[in-house]
């Protein structure tokens, strides 16, 4: 897909206007007078990506047209029905652990925004939440006691560089149960559910109430069987996704996300009992914690129920953490400007934050409220302003000035670290491609791309603002389903407000 005028013409107009402001002691490079990126051009794309990280039997109406079906016996193995879902990245495993956190954000960002998109774009984003829903909800309810939790060998899988149209490697199946538990896959999962019936209730309320009763029941399995899944689950499948902040954070989520969507003080009086106090400055598919204070701000600030006062002081904590200038920031940027948390897929940190920035900022306009990170006072404006910010370098308003979502912009990552994107497509290319005959004839290859993986945002750059834009370089290279998630939000909110 080749990139859209307007946004050719904003990076064109960043790169004569660019000019070097100073922002909180860091150097920056912004569009003295060239306005913003097109967001809502950016919005449709980041949701676009989604079809092509799909598994399973393709629809109709698929626009990704490099892609076909792919994993059509999946969960054979348990003599059950896990086709669909989502590829986290660039490889063919289906990772159950990133995939739900990234059905709750995307759902999220529907609920918090989707009176901001139009039309073909807030259908296309239901369909993004209910293609890893359907997954989700098979997983949670095919077998009693049971939540499939991944399918693949990721180690094998690992070994291969194949399409997932072609793959040959295990597709073996994992699970969590009362005697294997793992709260935090199964919390995770109940998030997921709750948010994904809150995301599409107005348009499908039979199909919204199936998965709030699933999510009730996966929660309840979560608080009564605890563990951490990475601990239990064989196959290494847990190792690439090992739930480092432990389980009390996905357990304060779950129950946030179904405080909201059932309204049962049972979930109010259970993550008040939780004490999940740490202070955190960064939310990811690990840490929970960032997100669940925000998300429980919404009925401190919106709805004014002081019970929920303590975790919107911590929500605030969080934000003092990583604003620029806060006495108490505890985060890195980078010369550019951009918040720098990790050497590994650092975007999916900037994403994430921003879209809590973009939305308790959100709270805050609605009850008029304000904050102090002690000298340095906040307000909507100081929230909006770093998110915006943080969105723009994303979308080419940095020193490479190279957009990090691929199909957007001027200029973007052309050798980005994907299986099916940097493979000829199966019409392209009808005859099998091999394990290692993927390696030696296309990762090893020093040319572009022959898919462009359109929105995709890959991992960015390191902490000098380099991106040398290599296949092998999986850290700055290979686009997440979870990264995108947040990013939804956050563009949804600045498509339908250029001005603040």
């Known amino acids: 897909m080749s990139p859209s005028s307007s946004s050719s013409s904003w990076r064109a107009l960043v790169l004569v206007a660019a000019a070097v402001l100073s922002f909180s002691g860091h150097v920056v490079v912004a569009a003295a007078a060239a306005g913003h990126p097109d967001y809502a051009d950016a919005l449709a794309k980041a949701i676009l990506f989604f079809q092509g990280q799909r598994s399973g039997r393709l629809p109709p109406d698929q626009a990704v047209k490099w892609r076909s079906n792919s994993g059509l016996s999946d969960g054979s193995a348990a003599n059950v029905d896990l086709t669909g879902g989502y590829y986290d990245g660039g490889d063919n495993v289906k990772f159950g652990f990133p995939m739900a956190f990234t059905t ?167 993550l008040a009992s939780l004490g999940a106090n740490d202070g955190v400055d960064m939310f990811s598919w690990d840490n929970k914690l960032a997100g669940a204070r925000v998300l429980l701000s919404r009925r401190a600030l919106v709805n004014g129920d002081r019970r929920l006062d303590a975790f919107r002081r911590q929500a605030e904590d969080f934000i003092c953490r990583i604003l620029p200038g806060s006495p108490s920031s505890t985060t890195q940027y980078t010369p550019g400007g951009m918040m720098y948390k990790s050497g590994h897929a650092n975007l999916q940190y900037v994403t994430s934050a921003s879209f809590l920035l973009t939305t308790f900022a959100k709270y805050m306009a609605v009850s008029n409220h304000t904050f102090s990170c002690q000298s340095l006072p906040v307000t909507t404006k100081t929230l909006r302003a770093l998110a915006r910010k943080q969105v723009d370098y994303i979308l080419g308003a940095n020193p490479q000035g190279m957009s990090y979502m691929v199909g957007y912009g001027a200029r973007f990552p052309q050798r980005i670290h994907h299986r099916g994107a940097s493979m000829p497509s199966v019409a392209a290319h009808p005859a099998h491609i091999g394990c290692q005959e993927g390696f030696s004839g296309y990762f090893n290859a020093g040319g572009a791309n022959p898919n462009v993986h359109t929105g995709a945002v890959v991992g960015g750059p390191d902490q000098h603002d380099a991106f040398p834009d290599e296949r092998g370089d999986y850290d700055r290279s290979e686009p997440t389903t979870y990264t995108n998630a947040a990013l939804v939000g956050c563009l949804a909110y600045f498509a339908g407000n250029n001005r603040s």
Request: one cysteine or more; proline letters at 4%; a negative charge.
């Open 104 to 270: 709750t954000m995307l759902s999220w960002g529907v609920v918090e925004y989707g009176g901001r998109m139009r039309g073909r774009v807030l259908r296309d984003a239901r369909d993004a939440v209910r293609w890893a829903a359907d997954y989700l909800l098979r997983a949670a309810t095919a077998t009693p006691g049971v939540l499939y939790v991944g399918v693949g060998d990721p180690d094998a899988d690992h070994r291969c560089w194949e399409r997932p149209e072609d793959m040959d490697t295990p597709r073996a199946v994992y699970s969590v149960s009362a005697s294997s538990p793992g709260s935090d896959v199964a919390a995770e999962t109940a998030a997921a559910l709750a948010a994904a019936s809150l995301a599409l209730r107005a348009a499908d309320p039979g199909y919204s109430r199936r998965l709030l009763a699933a999510a009730r029941d996966v929660m309840a399995f979560a608080v009564r069987h605890q563990g951490k899944y990475s601990d239990h689950v064989g196959g290494d499948v847990g190792a690439y996704y090992a739930s480092y902040s432990g389980y009390q954070d996905e357990l304060l989520w779950g129950s946030a996300w179904l405080l909201w969507a059932t309204r049962n003080a049972s979930y109010l009086d259970y």
